[in-house]
């Protein structure tokens, strides 16, 4: 079993800043990698960024130069500034671990508003 948790969200004004966490724990020894989704209510599930065991990272173009993911351990984290309004929306995190199918987390809010 893995298991998620993600925490960081709330309320931030536009061009403010937060960053979120996921702690991942359960029995599994290595994984592939772990990554941000968000979704706004009515729309598919949008990818964010990732980061493999190695520390490659890959980010969607809608927030390129704006969101920064770094993991520690068995920790991810989303460092995102320069918020917009648009990207409010509950943030997922994911974890795909070897030998084992991908976990996500329950997800957290992020609202950008004034």
């Known amino acids: 079993q893995v298991h998620l948790v993600e925490s960081g969200g709330g309320l931030v004004q536009p061009g403010g800043s937060l960053k979120l966490a996921c702690e991942a724990s359960?029995?599994?020894?290595?994984?592939?990698?772990m990554a941000w989704y968000r979704q706004i209510p009515g729309r598919p599930r949008e990818f964010i960024a990732s980061?493999?065991?190695?520390?490659s990272t890959n980010y969607a173009d809608s927030v390129k130069g704006r969101f920064s993911i770094s993991r520690q351990m068995l920790t991810m984290y989303l460092q995102m500034s320069s918020l917009k309004p648009e990207d409010t929306a509950v943030y997922y995190c994911?974890?795909?671990?070897?030998?084992?199918?991908?976990?996500w987390g329950q997800g957290i809010q992020v609202t950008v508003a004034s």
């Open positions: 994911k974890i795909r671990p070897v030998g084992l199918g991908e976990a």
């Open positions: 359960g029995r599994f020894l290595r994984f592939l990698d």
């Open positions: 980061i493999t065991s190695s520390g």
